[in-house]
């Protein structure tokens, strides 16, 4: 697959002409371009930075062909748009032309007490790419490449190279990084790379950069 990287959470996966996105949130700059070339949208929950209601709505209006797929919440403020849009939870798998989809976990990590948590699904995609949206929710399956946030109100370091370590993935691939400095992204894949807490190679992919997965 052909992995393009978005601003934050939004990523690109392209196989055999097939695109699919996943969570082109409100500070995504090039959201609607990369909604634009997919076939099918994913999204892991319903906070703005990870989706863009209005976006979705006018893409869904605009393109008879474009499927959607997120939470119970994501899927109730779009409306089904003629079984276009579609509810998913854990355990769920579905295909979209040659990519199968597995939906792992079920809520988002904890920021505070008094801030409910919303459900948060990820998505393994082709038994390879794991985007774990808002959560460290480790899969049963093998992962290949895992796509690690870096940054946000309900991320820590600690927490974040134990998961590496449960997961064991052969690659990390930053996202949701928009709350770092250059520096402290830099300081971030230092720390949880192949020279310190994990044993993995970290990448950072500016906006628009792409790499084989």
Same mark, same amino acid.
């Given at each position: 697959m052909k992995l393009t990287k978005y601003a934050h959470a939004c990523v690109a996966l392209e196989k055999d002409g097939v695109t699919v996105v996943l969570d082109p949130g409100t500070l995504t700059p090039g959201? =609607?371009?990369? /909604?634009?070339?997919? #076939?099918? /949208?994913? @999204? !892991?929950?319903?906070?703005? +930075?990870?989706?863009?209601? +209005?976006? $979705? !709505?006018?893409?869904?209006? +605009?393109?008879? +062909?474009? $499927?959607?797929?997120?939470? #119970?919440? @994501?899927?109730?403020?779009?409306?089904?748009?003629?079984? &276009? @849009?579609?509810? /998913? =939870?854990?355990?769920? !798998?579905? !295909?979209?032309?040659? $990519?199968? /989809?597995? @939906?792992?976990?079920? &809520?988002?990590? $904890?920021?505070?007490?008094?801030?409910p948590c919303v459900d948060n699904v990820g998505y393994l995609v082709d038994d390879a790419v794991f985007h774990p949206g808002d959560a460290y929710f480790v899969p049963r399956e093998p992962v290949e490449t895992l796509l690690l946030p870096t940054s946000g109100p309900w991320t820590k370091l600690g927490e974040a190279a134990d998961y590496v370590r449960a997961v064991r993935p052969s690659r990390l691939i930053q996202i949701h990084e928009l709350m770092l400095s250059e520096l402290g992204q830099r300081s971030t894949a230092t720390l949880l790379g192949e020279d310190g807490l994990t044993g993995t190679p970290v990448t950072l992919l500016a906006a628009g950069e792409s790499l084989t997965v």
């Open positions: 959201a =609607a371009e990369a /909604v634009g070339a997919a #076939a099918a /949208v994913l @999204v !892991t929950h319903e906070h703005f +930075d990870h989706f863009d209601a +209005d976006l $979705l !709505t006018a893409a869904l209006a +605009d393109r008879p +062909d474009l $499927l959607v797929f997120g939470p #119970a919440a @994501v899927a109730d403020r779009l409306g089904r748009h003629g079984g &276009r @849009v579609t509810a /998913v =939870a854990a355990g769920d !798998t579905f !295909t979209v032309g040659g $990519l199968r /989809v597995a @939906v792992r976990g079920e &809520r988002h990590a $904890l920021i505070h007490p008094d801030i």
